[in-house]
């Protein structure tokens, strides 16, 4: 089975400000990406989804796609403090999703 | 409100115990998916089931069974599990070939 990897953090950002979330894919037949939040003692929440290189933008959110360099992030702007969360990196793989270890990040009020 | 129900919220079994765990939606997907969290972990892929038929195992030990009676349901069934199967068993669904899983909120389970 193919790597997703992510940085583990804590990531503090503060209030505000734009965080950064990065993932690495190993599988270069992947085709599908996902980005998921996850609150402590909740379930993971879609929150945006990229198929095609580039950006796509949902509200305050970023996704980044570069296949070449096999490379996701989401860029949150105007960071809040109901952010703070895991953020989970996942891809699609002949049709398992497979997810990195997540990216814990914290916004300092 | 999330459109995708899990029962129970939380089991605790023995490992003689058998039980089951269940999951329904009503989005019309015909991709559904158990997944395994322990804490502080990713969700862990356990089984996919496409249109009804179980189209993937990741060699998941046989003390856990799933099934499919129909679109909408989802069930996992336990029988001589151990302690470390401890976790958060996750049920989500998708469009079919899409990959946008809805996740619902969780089962659980804890074995003594």
């Known amino acids: 089975q193919k790597e997703v990897e992510q940085n583990s953090g804590p990531l503090s950002v503060p209030e505000g400000a734009i965080a950064s979330l990065n993932c690495t894919y190993s599988d270069r037949g992947s085709q599908s990406f996902f980005w998921y939040r996850q609150y402590s003692g909740k379930s993971p929440e879609l929150i945006m989804f990229i198929y095609s290189n580039g950006d796509k933008e949902d509200g305050r959110f970023t996704a980044q796609l570069n296949k070449a360099s096999q490379y996701v992030s989401l860029l949150i702007r105007d960071s809040q403090p109901s952010d703070s969360a895991t953020y989970l990196c996942a891809v699609n793989q002949n049709d398992k999703i497979i997810f990195g270890k997540g990216t814990r990040l914290h916004i300092l009020p | 409100d999330t459109e995708v129900t899990q029962t129970p919220k939380h089991l605790v079994m023995g490992m003689t115990n058998k039980k089951s765990l269940k999951c329904e939606q009503h989005?019309?997907?015909?991709?559904m998916y158990w997944y395994k969290q322990k804490a502080k972990k990713p969700p862990e892929l356990m089984f996919v089931?496409?249109?009804?038929?179980?189209?993937i195992n990741e060699s998941v030990p046989s003390r856990f069974s799933p099934e499919c009676p129909n679109s909408s349901l989802l069930n996992l069934h336990l029988h001589a599990l151990q302690p470390e199967d401890s976790a958060l068993y996750l049920c989500?669904?998708?469009?079919?070939?899409?990959?946008?899983?809805?996740f619902g909120e969780g089962s659980r389970l804890t074995v003594l």
């Open positions: 989500a669904s998708s469009r079919q070939g899409a990959g946008e899983l809805f």
């Open positions: 989005m019309g997907h015909r991709a």
């Open positions: 089931y496409s249109y009804e038929k179980l189209s």
